[in-house]
């Protein structure tokens, strides 16, 4: 599982697991310091803000061609476009450098680092995120292009050779429709993979009506009509966006908004 949904909320699994961790390595130091009147709750606040800051910035660098026009998009870490090593490390350091200076905060430091490790590590566990996932054969689902409305329906083993990336979505949705500028931007930019939209359940007038409402001009867009990949993924709503290795096999599923930039980082992440 890539994601987390909490009521209209999504989350990358990483995040949220982090998040998690945050919250009970806190609460644990906070629990600590009141027992030995330290400042190990504070230690741990610093060190997880210089985290998500260094992570965040290190992630902007990365993917600074989708973020420079964009400068609001900066402090909108939903997205989950943080880079964990940088971040950790960052945490890190600072935490043994304040314990270098202090060892007062040594126990309470110690506790609140081990429980956040532990619920980190049982989160990503418990949503699948803990190790190598399995790739799968998608069942053969035969697509109808949007070019017309009696074409020869296909299916998506044409893009076998090159990782592919398909986004399941509908004009009626509006976190799909937030996404499609990003979408638009990734598949100019990226002649290396294949981006494919497969929209689910409506009509040919609604899909062409939207699209030139939008000015969007996407290739390889096709109709699912009876919205048999949501099923077949087991999607709970749109938007879900399926990646594809270069045999057409299902390595990742992400449920909810993608930002360009962390969609052309899951792209990088699967060559």
Same mark, same amino acid.
């Given at each position: %599982?890539?994601?987390?949904?909490?009521?209209?909320?999504?989350?990358?699994?990483?995040?949220?697991?982090?998040?998690?961790?945050?919250?009970? $390595?806190?609460?644990?130091?906070?629990?600590?310091?009141?027992?030995? +009147? !330290?400042?190990?709750?504070?230690?741990?606040?610093?060190?997880?803000?210089?985290?998500?800051?260094?992570?965040?910035?290190?992630?902007? #660098? +990365? /993917?600074?061609?989708?973020? +420079?026009?964009?400068?609001?998009?900066?402090?909108?870490?939903?997205?989950?476009?943080? %880079? #964990?090593?940088?971040?950790? !490390?960052?945490?890190?350091?600072?935490?043994?450098?304040?314990?270098?200076?202090?060892?007062?905060?040594?126990?309470?430091?110690?506790?609140?680092?081990?429980?956040?490790?532990?619920?980190?590590?049982?989160?990503?566990?418990?949503?699948?995120?803990?190790?190598?996932?399995? =790739?799968?054969?998608?069942?053969?689902?035969?697509?109808?292009?949007?070019?017309?409305?009696?074409?020869?329906? *296909?299916?998506? *083993? +044409?893009?076998?050779?090159?990782? !592919?990336?398909?986004?399941?979505?509908? =004009?009626?949705?509006?976190?799909? &429709?937030?996404? %499609?500028?990003?979408?638009?931007?990734?598949?100019?930019?990226?002649?290396?993979?294949? #981006?494919?939209?497969?929209?689910? $359940?409506?009509?040919?007038?609604?899909?062409?009506?939207?699209?030139?409402?939008?000015?969007?001009?996407?290739?390889? %867009?096709?109709?699912?009509?009876?919205? /048999?990949?949501?099923?077949?993924?087991?999607? &709970?709503?749109?938007?879900?966006?399926?990646?594809?290795?270069?045999?057409?096999?299902?390595? *990742?599923?992400?449920?909810?908004?993608? =930002?360009?930039?962390?969609?052309? *980082?899951?792209?990088? !992440?699967?060559?």
């Amino acid at each position: %599982m890539q994601s987390i949904q909490l009521g209209p909320f999504t989350f990358a699994t990483s995040l949220f697991a982090f998040l998690v961790a945050a919250f009970l $390595g806190l609460f644990l130091a906070a629990w600590l310091d009141r027992r030995r +009147q !330290t400042r190990a709750e504070s230690v741990l606040w610093r060190a997880v803000l210089l985290g998500v800051l260094v992570g965040r910035l290190g992630f902007l #660098i +990365q /993917q600074w061609e989708f973020y +420079q026009n964009d400068p609001l998009s900066w402090l909108d870490v939903r997205d989950g476009g943080l %880079m #964990i090593p940088a971040a950790v !490390t960052a945490g890190w350091f600072y935490v043994l450098w304040r314990v270098l200076r202090d060892k007062a905060v040594l126990p309470a430091v110690a506790g609140g680092l081990a429980i956040g490790v532990a619920a980190f590590s049982l989160v990503m566990v418990a949503t699948g995120r803990g190790g190598l996932e399995p =790739s799968i054969p998608l069942p053969e689902i035969d697509l109808i292009p949007l070019q017309a409305d009696f074409s020869t329906p *296909d299916n998506l *083993d +044409q893009y076998k050779g090159k990782v !592919t990336v398909v986004n399941l979505w509908a =004009s009626w949705c509006p976190p799909c &429709r937030r996404e %499609m500028p990003a979408f638009q931007q990734v598949q100019a930019s990226r002649s290396d993979v294949n #981006i494919v939209f497969a929209n689910q $359940g409506e009509e040919l007038t609604a899909i062409q009506h939207y699209l030139n409402e939008e000015n969007l001009e996407l290739g390889n %867009m096709w109709r699912d009509p009876h919205m /048999q990949l949501g099923q077949a993924v087991r999607s &709970r709503g749109l938007p879900t966006t399926l990646f594809l290795d270069e045999q057409g096999r299902l390595v *990742d599923v992400r449920a909810g908004e993608l =930002s360009a930039a962390t969609l052309n *980082d899951k792209i990088n !992440t699967l060559q």
